[in-house]
């Protein structure tokens, strides 16, 4: 499996980035890990990174892992809002629900976005390592 340069975890409980960071940390999957509190930060840290990328400076990350409960702004909120990025900013960018909820609402709601998966928390390895080689597979819980 490749290597990504960077991935954005977006989640508002810092005990979970921080947790999440060393799980992506061990696996050697990213260069560089950044955390967002809110959708919000979010969108403003991939806007001020993916300009870079333009010039290879490649810190717009190229996996989010998107919480769906926020305050500021949720993650359906920040998907909306993600979708209407100039498409330079998105063709690179993959992103994961990672969240509590199990509604099946929200993952049909999640499917609407074009998401790439769908994981239950807490993020585990394997979790994660299912719905990276298992391109199309929802969710792998």
Not at 18 to 28: C, G, Q
Not at 57 to 81: H, R, T, Y
Not at 82 to 97: D, G, P, T
């Amino acid at each position: 499996m490749d290597k990504f340069n960077c991935v954005l975890l977006v989640d508002d409980d810092e005990t979970s980035n921080f947790l999440n960071e060393n799980i992506i940390a061990d696996l050697k999957l990213a260069e560089h890990v950044h955390a967002a509190l809110n959708g919000k930060e979010a969108l403003l840290f991939i806007r001020q990174n993916c300009e870079k990328f333009l010039n290879e400076e490649l810190i717009c990350p190229s996996l989010v892992l998107l919480d769906i409960n926020m305050p500021v702004m949720d993650g359906f909120e920040f998907l909306e809002k993600y979708n209407q990025l100039e498409e330079r900013y998105r063709k690179k960018i993959q992103i994961i629900m990672l969240t509590s909820s199990q509604s099946e609402k929200d993952i049909n709601k999640s499917r609407s976005f074009n998401v790439k998966g769908y994981i239950d928390k807490p993020l585990t390895e394997e979790k994660l390592m299912k719905v990276l080689e298992h391109k199309g597979n929802f969710r792998p819980n």
